[in-house]
């Protein structure tokens, strides 16, 4: 079964902010939403909108449809800056290996 849009948008947006080490309020604050409006948008109770999936975007520095490509990809298209320094805690993996490589990340507009 294959997963909804709005599904994958909320693991990777879940990926992401561990990934980052950012918490709901720093990333809601970036994106102009409260946590309370965060917190809905990832629990399912209300609906990402297209601005919202522009801002995550942005704040991520990366094109929109690498962040709507699911949280391998777009932890992959992650800018190495957005990353915690090298003294950080490794991240668990997103996902097992698969047996292609993912496709490159889009170039911004």
């Known amino acids: 079964m294959t ?17 980052t080490r950012q918490r709901q309020p720093d990333v809601a604050a970036a994106i102009g939403l409260t946590q309370p409006q ?36 777009a932890a992959g298209c992650l800018p190495a800056t957005r990353r915690p320094t090298a003294d950080a805690q490794t991240a668990v993996p997103l996902a097992p290996s698969a047996p292609a490589p993912p496709a490159p990340c889009s170039a911004a507009p």
Not at 3 to 19: F, G, I, K, P, W
Not at 47 to 58: E, G, I, P, S
């Open 38 to 73: 965060l917190s809905r948008r990832q629990s399912g109770k209300s609906a990402w909108t297209l601005t919202d999936c522009d801002r995550l975007a942005a704040h991520w520095g990366m094109p929109t449809l690498d962040l709507l490509a699911g949280p391998t990809h």
């Open 3 to 19: 997963m909804s849009t709005e599904e994958t948008l909320r693991l990777t947006v879940a990926a992401l902010m561990q990934l």
